[in-house]
């Protein structure tokens, strides 16, 4: 930097070459390194998927609500409108877009951590495959980033499969919030949307199931794996019905991208978080990660701890309209042992 202001200072007369020369004077640490920006690009990245996540859908409604009370009221009468006819695209298959998948700041994202995506066996294009993601953690960093961009290289690692990360129903209700989530290839996780998705769209259809869901994300704890799975059978009992291979994913660091307050069972708090559950979908946790400018303060950036996601061996699943309750335990049983498997090979990475 100086060489180049001492060139340039060669020429200018005056009170530009005075300038210069201060400059020159100035701390090398004032000027921000290559490293310490892409930091800052990084922790950028993380952060608006963060906001754009807990706040975005919840702040679009306000505004919008607000709109029909100013002069900007046509506008919202527009796009209520617009909403209103395009309220089931999000459950006939969105509106997938490879550019926002492959956008920059995914790459960012990606290198925050960072995220790993690994594959231990191949998928063929003629099948269709329930993904089942564990754990949830607490905003499922890994899962948005490995299938719904293409920041890990998805495509390339299993060419001819088109993932679909399903999230919560009702986040396709808020306005602009649906919009973003749909073009990265997010659905809702309910029965009518993912069957679409793996019957009417042909084959090389993956959607990702996180099985553990709300429930899982009231035991995450840094430093300790745990899944709720024993008495989730409705994917298996999906995989049947829609004949689609189920293929067991298992994210090692996803439990460790933010420390969180766990009320022990049978205190008022546990009692509220599961009420809420039961009634807004999801489960409202207590948490934190570091802060902004400092990362030894608490805040809503996640630690940059590693997530390496592992997607394991496909089991081959036959399609049966109608199946027994004993055929979806044994199809279960055989998941959790594969699952099981694929944690024990792999928790060292």
């Not at 420390?259 to 934190?288: M, N, S, Y």
């Amino acid at each position: 930097m100086k060489t180049i202001l001492a060139a340039y200072s060669g020429v200018l007369k005056g009170t530009g070459s005075s300038i210069l020369s201060a400059l020159q004077d100035l701390p090398v640490a004032l000027w921000p390194c290559r490293s310490k920006m892409e930091k800052h690009l990084q922790v950028l990245s993380v952060l608006q998927w963060v906001i754009s996540f807990l706040a975005m859908g919840a702040a679009c409604t306000v505004l919008l609500m607000y709109m029909f009370c100013t002069d900007c009221w046509l506008i919202a009468a527009v796009y209520t409108a617009w909403l209103i006819f395009d309220w089931n695209t999000p459950k006939q298959g969105g509106r997938r877009s490879s550019w926002v998948r492959s956008w920059t700041v995914w790459t960012y994202f990606r290198d925050y951590f960072p995220i790993r995506l690994i594959k231990t066996h191949n998928l063929l294009p003629s099948r269709n495959y329930i993904f089942g993601y564990h754990p949830h953690g607490i905003l499922c960093f890994g899962a948005f980033c490995n299938f719904g961009t293409e920041a890990t290289g998805f495509s390339k690692k299993f060419p001819g499969i088109k993932p679909s990360l399903a999230t919560l129903a009702g986040n396709f209700r808020l306005p602009l919030l649906r919009d973003y989530l749909m073009s990265g290839g997010i659905c809702p996780v309910n029965r009518n949307s993912i069957d679409y998705l793996l019957t009417h769209n042909g084959t090389g259809n993956a959607v990702i199931i996180v099985v553990g869901g709300a429930a899982e994300s009231l035991q995450c704890t840094p430093g300790i794996n745990t899944v709720t799975l024993r008495n989730r059978k409705g994917f298996v009992k999906l995989a049947l019905q829609t004949g689609s291979d189920l293929v067991p994913v298992y994210s090692f660091g996803e439990n460790d991208a933010y420390k969180q307050v766990i009320f022990d069972e049978g205190t008022c708090w546990r009692t509220v978080q599961k009420r809420l559950q039961k009634l807004i979908g999801f489960a409202p946790c207590l948490f934190h990660g570091c802060g902004l400018f400092f990362g030894d303060s608490w805040g809503i950036v996640p630690y940059c701890n590693p997530i390496t996601t592992i997607v394991g061996e496909p089991i081959t699943v036959p399609k049966i309209e109608d199946p027994t309750e004993v055929e979806v335990d044994l199809y279960h049983s055989m998941y959790i042992r594969t699952l099981q498997c694929l944690f024990d090979k792999l928790k060292g990475l």
